[in-house]
């Protein structure tokens, strides 16, 4: 399989330009996906924040099952601060706040004992396509950051004021190399490296080995799929669907987007690929 590579120029510039602006942050929150948690953490941006208090946030948390709330429960239990939310849910607004406001309780203690009315500030961060800019709207109430369903929607800093915050909603940023390549397939499924650079026909057979082992269920469901090779399944997905070609011959192309569209869109289910075990490499 085709060894999955990033890291872009305008990537390594991003980073320069968090670490210029956390200078003025109170505090960091980053932003995970709830469905690969480990996958989706970029350890470079845990370095750079240095002594900063740090909210992970697990996003997308409609989409991911039980696990994502089993890794909430570890990080808490290792000191880290965690809540899950889903941030096209206005309801989750209020956890996010609350969750916010107790990070930075003691510096907003502070500063009002020094007759400070300055907003505290945080920098959100995280790798391409976790919801980042979701997540300012929603505490902002309306659309004030740029969002999009695929990496790299956002390609330059803004600022955006919520109330008593001051959010920065920066570019994604992914960690220079990934050494773990099945983290690296993960971050693929979810449309966090950009589909361009990625082999899809082996993207998807390696979804549908990674499904069948965890989720088999799923695929029983949406596709009728029994069991079988990956590409066996993925002949049965274009059956089913109708993606058949001249000759009788599958249109494996239309089906691998069509599979992948549907993971990432939460027509599988809900899902967790990402195990406890994960984090020990992670360093989280």
Request: net charge positive; glycine share 10%.
């Given at each position: ?15 320069r ?7 003025v ?9 709830a ?24 996003n ?11 890794f909430?429960?570890?990080l808490?239990e ?8 889903a941030?096209?849910s206005?309801?989750?607004?209020r ?19 020094k007759?400070s ?15 980042k ?11 004030k ?9 956002t ?11 001051e ?7 992914m960690?220079?190399?990934c ?40 695929l029983?469901?949406r ?10 399944m993925?002949?049965k ?8 070609l001249?000759?009788?011959?599958f ?11 549907d ?15 994960d ?5 989280v």
């Amino acid at each position: 399989m085709k060894v999955i590579q990033w890291y872009p120029g305008h990537m390594a510039k991003a980073v320069r330009m968090m670490e210029e602006n956390l200078k003025v942050c109170d505090a960091i929150v980053f932003v995970l996906d709830a469905r690969a948690p480990v996958a989706t953490f970029n350890p470079v941006l845990l370095k750079m924040a240095g002594g900063k208090p740090v909210l992970y946030l697990l996003n997308k948390g409609d989409l991911a099952d039980g696990g994502a709330d089993g890794f909430c429960a570890l990080l808490r239990e290792r000191g880290k601060n965690a809540v899950k939310i889903a941030a096209n849910s206005a309801s989750s607004a209020r956890v996010l706040r609350g969750a916010m406001d107790s990070l930075v309780k003691e510096k907003a203690e502070r500063l009002k004992e020094k007759g400070s009315a300055r907003p505290l500030r945080f920098l959100v961060a995280g790798i391409p396509n976790t919801g980042k800019s979701t997540v300012i709207n929603l505490l902002s109430g309306g659309r004030k950051a740029q969002t999009g369903d695929k990496a790299g929607v956002t390609r330059a800093k803004q600022w955006v004021k919520c109330g008593g915050f001051e959010l920065l909603d920066t570019p994604g940023t992914m960690p220079p190399s990934c050494e773990n390549q099945i983290l690296a397939r993960r971050l693929a499924y979810l449309g966090c490296v950009n589909d361009d650079i990625l082999e899809f026909d082996e993207i998807a057979l390696a979804l549908l080995e990674e499904l069948w082992e965890k989720y088999p269920a799923a695929l029983t469901e949406r596709y009728g799929i029994a069991g079988g090779t990956p590409l066996e399944m993925l002949d049965k997905i274009c059956l089913r669907r109708g993606f058949v070609l001249r000759g009788n011959e599958f249109d494996y192309e239309r089906g691998e987007r069509a599979l992948i569209d549907d993971f990432r869109k939460g027509k599988l289910g809900k899902v967790c690929l990402d195990s406890p075990e994960d984090l020990k490499e992670a360093g989280v």
